[in-house]
C-alpha cells in the first residue's frame, strides 16, 4: 500500500489491514549435539504367581500308563524342591544350577523320608519325544501312582532355536493342560555349550520361573539380579 493510499485510509476512517505474521521455525543448531535420550529401565520381572492351569492334585478318573513309568528312587540329602527329568536330556542337571537349594533328582521321583512329602518340577524338551515322556509322568502324577509328590507343574525347554512347529506347540498345549502350571524357556545357546546358567544373565522366563517357584514354596522372592538371598515378600 503507498503511503498516500495508507493517508487515505485513514482519513476515510478505515484501519489498515495488519501485516501477517508467518512464523520462522526453528532450526537445530549444528554446533551443539543432541539431548541424550532418557534411559529406559528395564521391565522387572511380575511377583504374581503363575496361575493354576491344571489340576492342583491327582485325580479319581485317571489311570496310571501301563509303560514308560518313571521309577521312584532314593535320592541322598534333602531339597525344598527337586527337578525331575522327564526323559534323558531334558535340562533338570541344568536347571539345578540356577539355585542351590533345588535339586536334580534325575529321571525318577524322588522318595522322601517316611511321613514327609517332596515337593517336584517336571522337565521336559519340547520335541515329540520329550513331551510324549512328560505326558506319560505327568499321567503317572495324576493317577495318584506317586502319593508323595507335591507336583508345582511342567517346564518345557525348546529342544531348538526359533519359533516352535504348530504340531508340538499344540502338543505342548495338551500336555500342559494336565500339570498344574507350565513354563516355557526359550533355547538358551550357552547352556547347550556347557555353561553354568546364572540367573542374572539368564532370558527374562527364566528368572520369572524362579520368581515363581519361590513365591509358591515359602512366599519369598529371589532378586532379578540373581543373588541367591532371600527377602519377605
Not at 138 to 161: R, S
Not at 213 to 218: P, W
Amino acid at each position: 500500500m503507498h503511503l498516500h493510499s495508507l493517508r487515505n485510509s485513514r482519513s476515510a476512517g478505515v484501519e489498515p489491514l495488519p501485516r501477517r505474521y508467518v512464523p520462522v521455525p526453528e532450526t537445530a543448531n549444528p554446533w551443539l549435539s543432541s539431548p541424550e535420550p532418557e534411559p529406559v529401565p528395564d521391565t522387572p520381572v511380575s511377583v504374581e504367581i503363575q496361575p493354576l492351569t491344571g489340576p492342583a492334585a491327582p485325580q479319581d478318573n485317571v489311570s496310571a500308563p501301563e509303560r514308560d513309568l518313571l521309577p521312584v528312587c532314593d535320592c541322598p540329602g534333602n531339597a525344598e524342591l527337586w527337578w525331575v527329568g522327564a526323559h534323558g536330556g531334558a535340562g533338570e542337571s541344568t536347571l539345578s544350577a540356577l539355585v542351590p537349594e533345588w535339586r536334580s533328582a534325575g529321571h525318577c521321583w524322588p522318595r522322601p523320608p517316611i511321613d514327609e512329602r517332596a515337593r517336584a518340577v517336571l522337565v521336559a524338551r519340547s520335541s515329540a519325544y520329550g513331551l510324549q515322556a512328560a505326558q506319560s509322568a505327568v499321567t503317572q502324577w495324576a493317577a495318584g501312582a506317586v502319593p508323595h509328590i507335591d507336583l508345582l507343574g511342567l517346564v518345557i525347554i525348546a529342544d531348538a532355536p526359533g519359533r516352535l512347529p504348530r504340531p508340538l506347540r499344540e502338543l505342548a498345549q495338551v500336555v500342559g493342560g494336565g500339570a498344574p502350571r507350565v513354563w516355557q524357556l526359550p533355547w538358551v545357546e550357552p547352556w547347550r555349550l556347557g555353561e553354568l546358567p546364572a540367573p542374572a544373565e539368564s532370558p527374562r522366563a527364566v528368572r520369572r520361573l524362579i520368581k515363581d517357584l519361590n513365591l509358591l514354596i515359602d512366599g519369598t522372592d529371589v532378586d532379578a539380579d540373581g543373588a541367591n538371598e532371600r527377602k519377605e515378600h
